[in-house]
Nanobody, 126 residues
Framework: QVQLVESGGGLVQAGGSLRLSCVGS????????MGWFRRAPGKEREFVAA????????YYGDSVKGRFTISRDNAKNTVHLQMNSLKPEDTAVYYC???????????????????WGQGTQVTVSS
């Protein structure tokens, strides 16, 4: 069992930056692929980014490539999402998720994630 708690959301102006954090419980945190998803009002939940347990591989959704960076610190059971050059369309609730032993080709599909956090709101004003 892994419990995930996100933090770092808030209100920011377009062009600004935010850094989201997700802290996981459990001794096996380092064995999970970690991902970030988001849900904007009236839209489906969307894949944002994922990182392998080893920190070697990362994968990003097309809408955030070049602006967002995912990283993790397994010693602290933490995964981060650095968001730069934010746009109003980035406004959403951001969720952290953990997937056990999944190949990279499945990282963007939310149905392959085993555990989810409660989400943190990010609002980007124009």
């Amino acid at each position: 069992q892994v419990q995930l708690v996100e933090s770092g959301g808030g209100l920011v102006q377009a062009g600004g930056s935010l850094r989201l954090s997700c802290v996981g419980s459990g001794r096996t945190f380092s064995s999970y692929t970690m991902g970030w998803f988001r849900r904007a009002p009236g839209k489906e939940r969307e894949f944002v980014a994922a990182i392998s347990w080893s920190e070697i591989s990362t994968y990003y959704g097309d809408s955030v490539k070049g602006r967002f960076t995912i990283s993790r610190d397994n010693a602290k059971n933490t995964v981060h999402l650095q968001m730069n050059s934010l746009k109003p369309e980035d406004t959403a609730v951001y969720y952290c998720a953990a997937a056990k032993a999944k190949p990279m080709r499945r990282w963007a599909n939310q149905k392959y994630y085993d555990y989810w956090g409660q989400g943190t709101q990010v609002t980007v004003s124009s």
